[in-house]
């Protein structure tokens, strides 16, 4: 791979996405290019039927394009079969919903763990490390509560929480603020803004334009087409890599 593509976390070149209704063909996304380099955070906005919710599906290997490439970090995803698409969404991509999607029966800590749970690497140290990011995200007390002794707000933590588990390329968030008061959606803002501070690259989905404005980047969709692509602030600089202990 060259050099370029290590610097984006996404990077979309001529996408387009066709369906097929009742005989008809359903043009959702037109040529979409697109490059979101580490260390962002792009809020993607538009009316509905923009194709908010096809390139998030695309971004997410939740779909394939029609045409054009897709490359999440180093792998063109537009290659892969669904076997190594799932491995690419348990392993590279980090899922923040508007609904949670937490498991009722389980444990803050238990929900954090789930994704390492698919991967099959649970183990005494990943369980250490799942209660420093939910003593991260404010939830240290919370430990061993389950989705329906907590808030709303509580209950996106967690989610934000479990999204990081497995160090991915990009958090996507899809309308994460969506079922929150507005106490709770800057707290939850506050924490993606710290999160991109950090490093953390953010894919942000979303209609309410207080929340597009947090984001470093607006990219509005309208018919299938980006319509407009606003830097609101520069990219902070990235952490460094840690040291190699490896000899040679």
Do not use: W
Not at 225 to 238: F, G, K, Q, V
Request: charged fraction near 25%; charge should be negative.
């Amino acid at each position: 791979m060259t050099s370029e593509t290590t610097q984006y976390a996404a990077l979309l070149s001529g996408v387009t996405r066709e369906y097929v209704l009742k005989g008809e063909t359903v043009r959702a996304l037109r040529g979409v290019d697109l490059k979101v380099p580490r260390g962002d955070f792009v809020a993607i906005m538009g009316a509905s039927g923009s194709g908010k919710s096809t390139l998030l599906n695309l971004l997410g290997c939740l779909d394939r394009p029609t045409a054009g490439k897709i490359l999440l970090g180093e792998d063109d995803v537009t290659e892969l079969d669904d076997r190594a698409l799932s491995e690419i969404r348990g392993s590279r991509i980090g899922f923040v919903f508007q609904s949670y999607n937490l498991i009722q029966q389980l444990t803050v800590i238990e929900n954090i763990e789930v994704p390492l749970f698919y991967q099959k690497n649970v183990t005494s140290r990943s369980r250490q490390r799942c209660i420093e990011l939910a003593k991260m995200v404010g939830l240290g007390d919370r430990l061993y509560h389950r989705p329906t002794q907590l808030s709303g707000g509580q209950q996106q933590r967690v989610a934000i929480a479990r999204s990081l588990v497995n160090d991915p390329y990009f958090i996507l968030a899809d309308e994460p603020t969506g079922n929150l008061d507005s106490v709770t959606t800057l707290e939850i803002l506050d924490l993606l803004d710290r999160l991109n501070e950090e490093g953390r690259t953010i894919i942000l989905v979303t209609h309410e334009d207080e929340v597009g404005a947090r984001s470093r980047r607006i990219v509005r969709l309208r018919d299938g087409l980006i319509e407009s692509d606003e830097r609101l602030a520069e990219i902070p600089p990235l952490p460094e890599p840690p040291e190699s202990s490896s000899a040679g």
